[in-house]
């Protein structure tokens, strides 16, 4: 890994880092510094790789402009943009690393950074807007009568929640589609003593700007329950020029659509769609379950969070 992406001399083994289930990541110490190297669960269709392309100009860019994030590093020999494919033991797979820095998980109160970064990130508008669909409710009924079972009642359980979300989430009004980060949650955002970071590109593309900024808002307020968190990320997002959300369910489509999108995901791979070893289609029955219970909690609370817009 270090000669891949020129790191210099190992200095000791790679160490695990504990976090998201995505992706699995090492910390690295070189002659050179000290990297967070990530192994991608990518997919090998053709869509991985586009949107890869994506994410890479979006993280340059970013980078680029001085945002608060870490140095992505070019791999030697790259397979795309910021991505190696490295032998490591028997297999081959996908590798990023960026410059590692000592911090710690969110501890203290961020929302009006969180409100200002986002307004400076969204004035990358894009012409294309996010063209991610979700799934009619036909088209899980048929993935889930493939293979009757206890994992597909409980999935099937989730029907109504699924047609609810999705009739608000293609309800697409007024919105500024953007290049983003499309991620921003305290998981994503590490306290540094030079002040707080945001980690994980990987995942930018075109997203609309009042969805990212109301799932932030979600986020950083515990779900809504912390209000005064909640308003300071929409106050903070004004003051730095952007454009207050419509006091209106479908402002919260971005939250739905990640709920949806991560469900069906898992759905697939759990019914075997998808090429995973078993372990992952194992892990990713619990997943989709976790995704669609959280989707029937937002629905819940659509009401308070849209008159928390007004």
Known sequence: MAAAFGLGDVVEPWTPVSGGRAHLVWRLRTAKGTWAVKRLNR????WWMRDHLVAAAIQLDAYARGFPMPRPVHPLEPAAPLLADVRVGHEV???????????????GDVSAWVGATLASLHRHTVDTPPDRAPHPVEEWREWLDEAP??????VRA???????????????GDLTPVGTH????????????AGPLLLDWDGAGPEYAEWELTRAAVHFS???EDRAAFDTVIR?????????????????????????GGAAWMVWRALGHRPVTPAERAAAHTHALELL???RTSLGSLPSWTTRLR
Do not use: Q
């Open 182 to 193: 499309r991620d921003v949650k305290p998981d994503n955002v590490l306290e540094t003593s």
């Open 93 to 107: 797979a996908s590798y990023l690393v960026h410059e590692w820095h000592d911090g710690r998980p969110l501890t």
């Open 158 to 172: 989730y029907l109504p929640d699924i047609a609810e979300a999705r009739s608000i989430a293609t309800a697409v």
């Open 149 to 154: 079972n206890d994992f597909t009642a409980a």
């Open 293 to 295: 219970a959280d989707l």
């Open 43 to 46: 997919s090998r269709e053709d």
């Open 236 to 260: 903070s997002y004004e003051a730095a020029g952007g454009r207050r959300p419509p006091a209106s369910p479908t402002s919260f489509a971005g939250l739905l659509h990640v709920y949806l």
């Open 222 to 224: 515990r779900l809504g």
